[in-house]
Nanobody, 118 residues
Framework: QVQLVESGGGLVQAGGSLRLSCTAS??????MGWFRQAPGKEREFVAA????????DYADSVRGRFTISRDNAKNTMYLQMNSLKVEDTTVYYC?????????????WGQGTQVTVSS
């Protein structure tokens, strides 16, 4: 059974930073990614990283501000979010995929709320 647990969300002022973590358990994981979804909106791809960490992919909306990384020894993936904007406010989810960086993704965490105030 795969389990993904996100942490690190919270309230921050615009221009500030947060680091999200996603700890995985249950089996060996391959590519992993971050998504976000606001109420009433479609889920949006944020970033993804390969199993080795050698390949990454970002949505245009976060490229240059967010950095994805992973520590396989700790079974943990991170999302360093800098220069946060009010429009980054939403719930962030981590996920894993046996496929390409863009998915499809088949295991999901429960989400962590990020709120950016103006």
């Amino acid at each position: 059974q795969v389990q993904l647990v996100e942490s690190g969300g919270g309230l921050v002022q615009a221009g500030g930073s947060l680091r999200l973590s996603c700890t995985a358990s249950g089996r060996t994981f391959s590519n992993m990614g971050w998504f976000r979804q606001a109420p009433g909106k479609e889920r949006e791809f944020v970033a993804a990283i390969s199993r080795s960490g050698g390949a990454t992919d970002y949505a245009d909306s976060v490229r240059g501000r967010f950095t994805i990384s992973r520590d396989n020894a700790k079974n943990t993936m991170y999302l360093q979010m800098n220069s946060l904007k009010v429009e980054d406010t939403t719930v962030y989810y981590c996920a894993t995929t046996p496929s390409s960086l863009r998915g499809p993704y088949n295991y999901w965490g429960q989400g962590t709320q990020v709120t950016v105030s103006s």
